[in-house]
């Protein structure tokens, strides 16, 4: 069981938008920045939001990340086939002194 | 252009020790701030982070999996090595080395190896 949690999957239609929440504690989300990755079916993860809202070189600004206080949640507009993935939410625990992702949820664009 | 590949073992039995490499470009080991991981995910499951280390040579394992790491590197072939003892086929992932970075901010993994999948047969 992962420290984060995800949901397992969510779905919506090319076009429209989507969220994906991460919840934590006050050892890890709550007191710690917030990475996401988006894994391609038979691929290695790739970063897509770090430090809670930024996004590396070469994202689109269809992609969203924030944080309020011990969540994070990940925002996709204008899905795309394209985007059905695996995202993985991160951060670092402070009480574990290890690095945690969450379980994963797959996004199904219908 | 920074690079990440893992290398070793396609297949390793139980109770054996699996030893993987992982080799990089583009960014050196001996800078300060610089680190890797090492990070793996079994068929079908979620990822989990298995080590790290720093530039200073600084290590930090997984709580669960203590025991049976270690971590360490060669500064000057670029690489990291990772060693896991006593395998299980519960073992069996794909293992990935990534590198951490930190910014004013927080870390997060901005590079990835293209990962290298580990079979440990009973």
């Known amino acids: 069981q992962s420290v984060l949690t995800q949901p397992p999957s969510v779905s919506a239609a090319p076009g429209q938008k989507v969220t994906i929440s991460c919840s934590g504690s006050?050892?890890?989300?709550?007191?710690?920045?917030v990475s996401w990755y988006q894994q391609l079916p038979g691929t290695a993860p790739k970063l897509l939001i770090y430090?809670?809202?930024k996004r590396p070189s070469g994202i689109p600004d269809r992609f969203s990340g924030s944080k309020s206080g011990t969540s994070a949640t990940l925002g996709v507009t204008g899905l795309q086939t394209g985007d059905e993935a695996d995202y993985y939410c991160?951060?670092?625990?402070?009480?574990?002194?290890?690095?945690?992702f969450g379980g994963g949820t797959k996004l199904t664009v219908l | 252009q920074v690079t990440l590949k893992e290398s070793g073992p396609a297949l390793v039995k139980s109770t054996q020790t699996l030893t993987l490499t992982c080799t990089f470009s583009?960014?050196?080991?001996?800078?300060?701030?610089?680190?890797v991981s090492w990070i793996r995910q079994p068929p079908g499951k979620a990822l989990e982070w298995l080590a790290r280390?720093?530039?200073?040579?600084?290590?930090l394992y997984s709580t669960s999996l203590k025991t049976r790491l270690t971590i360490s590197k060669d500064t000057s072939k670029n690489q990291v090595v990772l060693t896991m003892t006593n395998m299980d086929p519960v073992d069996t992932a794909t293992y990935y080395c990534?590198?951490?970075?930190?910014?004013?901010?927080?870390?997060?993994?901005?590079?990835w190896g293209q990962g290298t999948l580990v079979t440990v047969s009973s």
């Open positions: 430090d809670n809202n």
């Open positions: 991160g951060t670092w625990d402070s009480s574990l002194s290890a690095w945690v």
């Open positions: 583009g960014f050196s080991l001996s800078t300060s701030g610089m680190r």
């Open positions: 280390i720093e530039w200073d040579d600084d290590k």
């Open positions: 990534a590198r951490m970075v930190h910014d004013s901010s927080g870390y997060y993994f901005d590079y």
């Open positions: 006050s050892s890890n989300i709550g007191n710690n920045y």
